[in-house]
Structure formats: C-alpha cells, structure tokens
C-alpha cells in the first residue's frame, strides 16, 4: 500500500476522544460503536458536500479501491478472536511495512498487536504508552475510526503519494455553548520541500485560517488555534489542501444561531457541478463551470475559480480562471495551451490562465467564496468546493472560431500629423475576413474571408489621413461572419 497522504486519515481519528475512564469493557464497546456510528454519519455528510466518499461502518457496505475494509464495531486487543479480527488482519496485511506476516488467523496476538502499534505511528495516532494507558497495540474508537476513513477516502482517487499532508487534535469535541476549543494542526507530514497551502475552517460560517508552508520548508509546521461556538449546533472542523481533507465534529449544547427570521442560519457552502467526475479533456476544449452556493454569503464577496491538481496544488501560480460576483452560475472556459511565440495570450486562448503551459494529468475546478474589495478578491477564504476530477489528455484541433479577438487599437496623431491615424487590430488566421471603415465616407478596407489557412494569430495595422477636422468612429468587423465588431470614436482637431 502507498503511504497515505490523504489528509483524511490521521486526522478524524485524534478528534476523537480517549475514554479510558469507562467503568466496564461492555462501555467502552457501546461508547465505541457510538463512535463509529458517527464518523459513518460524517463521511455521509462529506459525500453529500462534494467531499470523501461515504465510507464503513458497522453493517455497511463499504467502497474502496483495492483496500479491504475491515467494518469493526467493537473494541479489539490481545486475546480477541473472529472474524473481524481476520478483516483487521487482511486490512494491515495489505502493507508489508506494517504487517509484514500477513497471517490472517482470527486472533489477536503478539503479531497483530505489533502490527496495529506500527499503523498507529504511521498514521500518527499514538506512538507510546500501552494498552490500558494510550491504547497503543488497540483497535479502539480512534484506530477503527482512522481505518474507516482510510478506507473510504481511498475510493476518492487511491491513496496519494502526493505532497501534501496533516491532521488535527480538536479539544474539546463537546460541550455548552459558548464553547471555546483548541486545534493543533500539524501539516507537512509528508515531509514535501514543494510548499502548500491549507485551510483550517470552523465549519460555522467564519472566516477560515490559512496555513502555508514555502517552498524549500521540509518539516513539519505546528500551529495553534482557539475558536469560539456561540451557538448550539454541530459543527465540522476541516483541515484541507486541494482535493485532500480531514475533520472533526464538534457537538454544542443549546440553543441554534436565529437569524432575522427566527430560524437556524445555514452554513455558507459552495459546490461545483460541472465538470463532472471522469470527465477527459485536451487543450483547445471548451467545458461549461457550474457552481452553486448555498448559505448566508456576506457582504463584499466573490466567487474565485481556479484550477487546482488532483494532488491539491495550484495549477498555476499567481493566476486563475476568473472572479465573478456571482454567487451561483455558470461559464464556459476554454483549456488553454502555450500561445505562439510573439503572440498575445489574449487573442488566442479565451479565459483565464490563457497560454498557461498544463501538464497532461487529473484536475479540479475549485470555486471558493472570497472576502473582496473593487472585484479583486482578498484570499480571505471563507468556503470552498471542488469540481469532480477531469483528466487532461493532450491538444484537440483548435478552430478559429475558439479564438478570442482582441480589441481595435486606434493611435492619433501619426508621426506627428493630427489628421493621420492608425487602426490595429487581430484575426485569428492571416485569412480570416473583415472590414474596416474610417467614418468618414472613405472606402471600408475589406478582406474577404477564406478557411485556407491554418491557425494562427495574426495582426493587421492600417493608417489613414482624414481630410479635416471632426468627430470620426472606426469600426473593424471580423470573423467569418463579421459578428466580431469594434468601434472607438475619436475627435480630429487640427
């Protein structure tokens, strides 16, 4: 098995509490159970945001990518025997660094107790101690919650060996409102020299905390965080970067947040529907970006679509697709390629990232609600989702009526005389057709339109000498059809 840097595994795991305390074995197996039964209900939460797949719990059938799940609904320890100690004992076969015996035999012993120590440290849930102190060696609530989601999350894509990694220790998980708790967010455990950014988000509609690692920052980062619920609610604290994720549910007593209307506020979420999951694409496609939101959005925000790797880095740095106000809607983007030397991205590839150089490989659209001043968003993240993963697979034949034009340029004043101008302006090949007129009752300069040449942009730049004083419009109309139409006016003073 790959070393899992999914961010959900080592993380749901520590949010959730030690009993050690439990008074008979019969309660810490109910209290167990109780557990696992909500991390089922949170993956079915996940599923329904975009997120993890929905993943096992006892009596469910889980979804996996060549991981055997091994669906534990009780705790397990030196002298268990049955059948689901023979699934835990097939689940840590399938990595030979943790269990390099392999025997499935139904009962716990010295081998499977060694074993489950070792996927305790790899995964970072406990690393000392024993049985009755940390529960070091014992397949308890933690331990069978971080399998499940090991398990489930897999299915989202198969265990990474991508650069991004982390968990989260969230203390308290329950309590009274007002409840204050502390999160320990621990990223970079994979070690990654590349960077990265995260996310840290309280799940409560307030604004996220970022992390980032540099470039060139090999170890791991601790950070330190307190937040306050106000309100009674259940709410999911989620580290992620990219595609990865990992949370933890925090269960507040008392009364729901009212707003004007006396009802419970909804979360502020964000998803995107389309791209589809497994859809493939080549540079020089057109594909629709569908984005909804749901929730109370505040004030001065915008939508950010970017392109992101499946493994969760930023595709392109320093650049996106677009900003839009709208809180839900669609776009169409065309998947750029590198423009040909000399020649303006803008007249070439439609959209953002235009003449960005993209790798074959898997992608995601992410639409992130974002905190903005004059249309140009702040990076304040306040909520994120994701497009199902879209695979890039090379360049498709690009069709001149793919092209975006670029604008007619007009410069007064040539060489010094203020009744001579230019007009410049681009066509997507050197036959495409179009028609120009200087508004002064000249002849139009026209180009008939031909598809006998192949892609590739090309400008035109024309001057004219206007006959006197007066206030002209020049038009350029372009395209197979001339539909593509420009105009700037301007005032000839002698």
């Known amino acids: 098995m790959k070393y899992f840097t999914r961010l959900a595994v080592a993380a749901t795991i520590i949010m959730l ?3 050690a305390s439990a008074d008979t074995s019969a309660d810490l197996a109910a209290q167990a159970q109780a557990l696992l039964n909500q991390v089922a209900a949170l993956q079915a939460q996940l599923a329904a945001q975009g997120g993890v797949t929905t993943g096992t719990s006892s009596g469910s059938t889980p979804v996996t990518s060549g991981i055997n799940c091994p669906l534990i609904g009780r705790v397990l320890k030196l002298g268990s025997s049955g059948d689901d100690v023979a699934r835990l004992q097939k689940f840590l076969a399938t990595d030979p660094s943790v269990y390099p015996e392999g025997q499935a035999t139904g009962y716990y012993g010295t081998l499977t107790e060694a074993a489950v120590k070792r996927w305790q440290v790899k995964y970072n849930i406990v690393a000392s101690g024993s049985a009755v102190s940390t529960g070091y060696g014992v397949t308890g609530p933690r331990t069978a919650a971080a399998i499940s989601l090991q398990c489930s999350t897999a299915s989202g894509g198969g265990a990474s060996s991508g650069p991004v990694g982390g968990f989260i220790q969230v203390s308290p998980v329950s309590g009274n409102a007002p409840l204050t708790v502390s999160v320990k967010a621990t990223v970079n455990t994979t ?173 995601v659209i992410r639409a992130a609600v974002a905190q903005s001043t004059n249309g140009t968003s702040s990076g304040n993240v306040l909520a994120s989702g994701n497009s199902g993963t879209i695979t890039l697979t090379g360049t498709a034949p690009t069709p001149a009526s793919n092209y975006k034009y670029g604008p007619l340029t007009v410069t007064p004043n040539v060489s010094g005389n203020p009744l001579s101008t230019s007009a410049s302006f681009d066509i997507p090949t050197s036959c495409t057709g179009y028609d120009l007129s200087w508004g002064d009752g000249t ?33 350029a109309r372009r395209g197979a059809d001339l539909s593509q139409g420009d105009s700037v006016s301007l005032v000839i003073s002698n």
């Open 17 to 19: 509490p030690v009993f």
């Open 191 to 363: 070690g990654s020299c590349t960077g990265g950014s995260y996310a840290l988000s309280w799940g409560d509609g307030t604004v996220a905390q970022s992390l980032t690692v540099p470039t060139g920052s090999c170890g791991q980062v601790l950070q330190n965080y307190s937040h306050q619920y106000i309100y009674g609610g259940v709410y999911m604290v989620t580290l992620s970067a990219g595609t990865h994720q990992t949370s933890a549910t925090v269960v507040v007593s008392g009364p729901s947040a009212p707003n004007a209307g006396g009802t419970s506020i909804v979360p502020l979420a964000v998803s995107v529907t389309s791209p589809i999951n497994g859809a493939s694409v080549q540079r020089g496609d057109k594909i629709t970006i569908s984005w909804n939101t749901t929730g109370t959005v505040p004030a001065n925000s915008s939508i950010a679509l970017d392109l992101y790797t499946a493994s969760g880095q930023k595709a392109v740095a320093n650049d996106m697709i677009a900003i839009t106000s709208q809180m839900s809607g669609s776009m169409q983007w065309t998947i750029p390629g590198t423009a040909p030397a000399g020649t303006a991205c803008t007249a070439v590839y439609p959209g953002g990232l235009c003449g960005a150089t993209l790798a074959n490989g898997s992608y």
């Open 443 to 475: 002849s139009d300069i026209i180009q008939a339109n031909s598809t006998s040449c192949a892609a590739g942009a090309v400008s035109r730049s024309f001057t004219h000498q206007y006959a006197g004083n007066g206030s002209y419009t020049i038009y």
